[in-house]
């Protein structure tokens, strides 16, 4: 069994692209998490969906953001220098337009839409943990929300749509997305990791 930072390594689909964080890169998504959480928590405020903001999810959260943030060269526009102390701003979007979604990277992870997510917004699904980040595809929260999608595993917080990694559109694909975007890895490691998980994958090392 192929392995990543102590746990399981699986690639979800063949063409993902990956990202892997430098040590910086994570520390300062990781120092921004925890400032969002402490901020969350002065202003008492809860997600939207009714959740608490725990500080796993907010760390979490900014890690996908940042290697999403890293690969395409956007905005990211929960680092904005000029408005840095607005980081729990949940109306506007993450990275340039787009709305960025983390899960841990279980072999059926889901995008997750929920019911005051705006219709018309671009979702993407980045799954990975430690520095490694797979950004594996893409949908609009409209397209999401059909019933087949529909569940609520938690009887506590309102029902959600969950689409399987694999329904996703490839990330490619999604509107405006810069041509020539590729695998983006800071070690020889990491790309050999990838490599033996998923041999056939079309892979480019960039230094």
């Known amino acids: 069994m192929i392995r990543y930072a102590g746990k399981p390594f699986v690639v979800h689909r063949v063409d993902s692209i990956f990202s892997e964080l430098t040590v910086d890169e994570w520390e300062e998504a990781s120092i921004l998490g925890i400032r969002r959480s402490a ?14 903001r725990d500080l796993f999810h907010e760390i979490s959260s900014m890690h996908a953001e940042k290697a999403f943030h ?57 799954l990975g943990w430690h520095r490694l980040y797979e950004i ?8 999401a929300k059909q019933k087949k999608y529909l569940c609520a595993p938690d009887p506590s917080r309102p029902s959600a749509w969950m689409v399987p990694n694999r329904d996703l559109h490839p990330i490619r694909e999604v509107p405006d997305f810069p041509q020539g975007t590729t695998d983006r890895f800071v070690s020889k490691e990491t790309h050999a990791i990838v490599r033996m998980a998923f041999p056939k994958r079309s892979e480019h090392y960039i230094e």
């Open 39 to 52: 901020e969350s928590e002065r202003e008492n405020l809860r997600q939207r969906y009714g959740a608490t």
């Open 70 to 126: 890293v690969i395409t060269g956007g905005k990211w526009h929960q680092y904005d220098r000029d408005n840095e102390t607005d980081l729990h701003n949940l109306k506007r979007h993450d990275v340039d337009r787009y709305q960025v979604r983390q899960a841990a990277g279980g072999r059926n992870s889901s995008l997750i839409v929920r019911a005051n997510d705006n219709d018309a917004d671009v979702f993407v699904l980045v």
């Open 136 to 143: 594996v595809g893409w949908m609009t929260a409209k397209e």
